[in-house]
């Protein structure tokens, strides 16, 4: 009797151990490019229950979510989420900069040592009439284009693609997928088993030699189907007919809106892009609108079956970047009614999304991250309508000025030729000085870099100048624009000096719409929502930055994060921690 009654006490007893919550079969990486921080907040009231809103009740929302950089853009977002680092360990400074060595501006995910997968499609010549056979346009009817393609090699930071193929010996697949190259590589990393993206050119879904030497099957049948040619001569209308979209962003026609793809600045907008058949202009006006991302989900769910993804014995990884929302917003600006009426549609696509998981994957058995790379400026009009102190800045204008007056102070001599170049190059934020000039000359690159810096600091618009010298050595703890301009900082790839305009100036060589890349709240600040296995659900009010993506799967997996990740993942996210 004594043993019997023990048995009952150890069968109903809590367990000794506890139990470990099931592993998620799959890891998703969703990225709106360019969804701001508030998109999710401020337009909550307008959504459906079953996307953006299931994932706030459901999941874990951080509100308070940004990138600790100055320089918010496209390629350095999507380096730092699976890397876990920012561009001063991982090297993306920005989409493009300046390489002396080869003297010339460079492109973060693409190198012309690698071609398009599959091959572009030879162009047929027009008959060529005999009296246009004169040897110098032979000569340049035969030179060939060198397109560069995408590869992830200037990335200087292990991505989470690698450490889960390192973790599960080389059998986890690992699958990135985008409108743009960089948004569907630089996440994934070298090891990807495929990263695609859309050649606007004619609408194919593409890779580049650097992956692989063809295409996986359920790529070339995607694009064998034609599905990117589904909206040739469907308008784009407002999603929600019902809704007055003014009284939630602006009026329909707001002053420094752009026009999109001869897509105009009223609804509803063609998407034909001025032509009659379709195209390389349809293309790009499909980019440029809501049906872009429509195209990439019926992407996504093809990558899902096909790869089996989350329904093998090791974890999966998929990363997803919809890229249209980032096209709207630059040409009609936050507040506009397009990009109301995009987000409202994106939470369309999330719904659909997690609905096919759901189904395919199985509710529970995958994790999912949303967030952004980065936020984008109102238009500079609208801000100075509403008394805020916003130009467009000349930037071409001023940086001739700042030519001229190095010149005048160094080699006055050689005010009119055109030969001399103290600044030789200038990629947005960075300028970068000739340093052969300099050297011939006895100058010293610190010293006409804190001249330029003077002269830059008395022109209208710009904030603060950072020099070489003062990013190589530490800021006061307080300074977070001093902090973040030194995080964007990569000694062999940034130039002499960091030009800082002031919040909601942007440069003028843009006349319409608007822009990213600054250390202000609206460019950092982006949502960071955590939905599914073992996600403790709540409002999260702690600081946190989407870096933090790549422990936070780490952790959900049980396995190292990538070597270089420094931001480990928040405290209290999951169940039973």
Known sequence: MFRLLALIGLLTAAPLFAVEPEKPKLVVLVVFDQMRGDYIDKWQPLFGQDGFVRMEKDGAWYKNCHYPYAITVTGAGHSSMLTGCAPDAHGIIGNTWYERKSAATVNCSESSRYERVPPAPKVVPEPVKPEDTEKKETEETEKKEVKA?????????????????????????????????????????????????????????????FFRDSVHPWVAEFNKSRIADRWFGKDWSKYRPDLDYAKYSGVDEGVGEGTGIKQGRLFPHPTDGGGKKIGKAYYEALYNSPYGNELLLELVKTAV??????????????????????????????????VLDTTLRSDKIMADLLKFLDETVGKDKYLLCLTADHGVCPLPELSAKNGLDAKRFPSKKIMAAAELYLRLTYMPDAVSDKKTRFIENVTSPWVYLNEKLLAANGLKTADVAKTLASFLAKQEGIARTFTREELEGSFPADDRIGQRMKKSYYASRSGDLGILLKPYWLEGDRLTGTNHGSPYPYDTHVPLLVFGANVKPGIRKEEVTPQTIASIFAKALGIAPPAKAEFPAPKGLFEKE
Do not use: C
Request: aromatic share 6%; no cysteine; hydrophobic share 35%.
């Open 305 to 338: 079956v096909a790869e089996k993804l989350g329904q093998h014995e090791v974890p999966d990884l998929l990363s997803v970047s919809f890229s249209s929302n980032d096209s709207v917003g630059h040409s009609w600006g936050p507040d506009s009614q397009e």
């Open 149 to 209: 393609m995408g590869t992830p090699e200037r990335l200087l930071a292990p991505t989470f693609g690698n450490a889960i193929k390192e973790a599960t010996g080389g059998k986890a697949r690992v699958i990135g997928l985008s409108f743009k190259d960089r948004s569907a590589i630089l996440p994934v990393g070298s090891k990807a088993d495929g990263a695609y993206w859309l050649d606007s050119a004619d609408g194919m879904i593409v890779t580049s030699s």
